[in-house]
DNA sequence: GGAAGAAATTGATCACTGTCTATTTTCTAT
DNA sequence: ATAGAAAATAGACAGTGATCAATTTCTTCC
């Protein structure tokens, strides 16, 4: 997936590198919509796990490490990041439990850091608000690697950075 | 396209459908990019058009009416708007001039606005701007079609427009 | 050590995809 | 009516996700 990108990613190819036939990846992973699944839950992990190398070792500005992390991970692993949005499920079929948890795990950390700049409890208003953040990122992040955002002029980070603090400061308010 | 999505759209189905041969269809559009490629310019335009329809009824608030504007027209043409972003050329290719006009006239309705309620020239720096709050829009949409934003709770469109208002608030000072 | 049963793995098969090209059909202008 | 250009076709190719009966491998117990 690192190295295809989602477009070009086949169960088929990964079968004969890993040295199986493909139905037993069929029969491990159910279908290729799971085993995708599969592949983006560790994606998320590996996230997480990078977000939170990095508030351990971070300054006071716990935000700006944050998005910094973010950023930086994406352009680590584009084509993994990418396919973490590249994917949907087929209309009726839902997605793993573990993926939304390791989906949510990724929120929370996340979510207690907004909640201490605000001086907030976690509750239901600092979710909310924290989505809506994260969605500023996300969106910067996206342009910045589909290329969208050359056009634009400027350092997409940066940009979200600054409209994160906005937000934070308005919110103060 | 609008029926499908992209991950389930076929070159050979449309052909099926207009009663032509699949060949036909790669010696008008020379491949299966080009020819999704096609179809997003075409998306583009009418999300454009729709834009502009929204400004013209609009009252004082044209920031709203962009916002809104954006939403209505993801969530009326939700496969359509996500085609714009599913798709990416294969390493190498560049996307057709057509598409980069009407993505460029798209940004170009947005940035009038946005100088418009700063009271600067629309210049490099109301661009780059315009781009970091389109990218925002964008997330928040992003994340409301995909399912995403349930789980934050809260309206994505009021949140991306109180984001927005931040931001062209900070940027006033 | 060997046999019975469970578990894991296989590969052939199906319907589908984008891509290409030689061939045929249709149109256009003289 | 005809020569030449343009448009459209069908079929072949290599690849895909999916399925499942048949085979191989591993456990377990006597």
């Not at 040295?19 to 159910?30: C, H, M, P």
């Not at 990095?54 to 584009?78: H, K, M, Q």
Request: hydrophobic fraction near 45%; charge should be neutral; proline fraction near 3%.
């Amino acid at each position: 997936m690192a190295e295809a990108g989602f477009a070009r990613f086949s169960a088929r190819e990964v079968a004969k590198r890993v040295g199986y036939s493909v139905g037993t990846l069929y029969n491990v992973f159910g279908s290729y919509d799971r085993f995708v699944l599969a592949i983006n839950t560790r994606t998320l992990l590996g996230w997480t796990q990078a977000l939170e190398d990095r508030l351990s070792g971070a300054g006071p500005d716990r935000i700006g490490a944050l998005v910094n992390g973010y950023f930086d991970f994406a352009e680590a692993n584009p084509n993994r990041w990418m396919a973490l949005y590249d994917h949907r499920m087929p209309p009726g079929e839902e997605v793993t439990e573990r993926f939304n948890q390791a989906f949510g795990g990724l929120i929370g950390i996340i979510e207690r850091e907004v909640a201490a700049v605000l001086g907030s409890p976690v509750d239901a208003v600092t979710h909310a608000l924290t989505g809506s953040l994260v969605a500023i990122v996300h969106g910067h992040c996206t342009f910045a690697l589909n290329g969208t955002y050359r056009s634009f002029g400027g350092d997409p980070r940066a940009a979200a950075l600054a409209r994160i603090r906005a937000a934070l400061t308005v919110t103060h308010y």
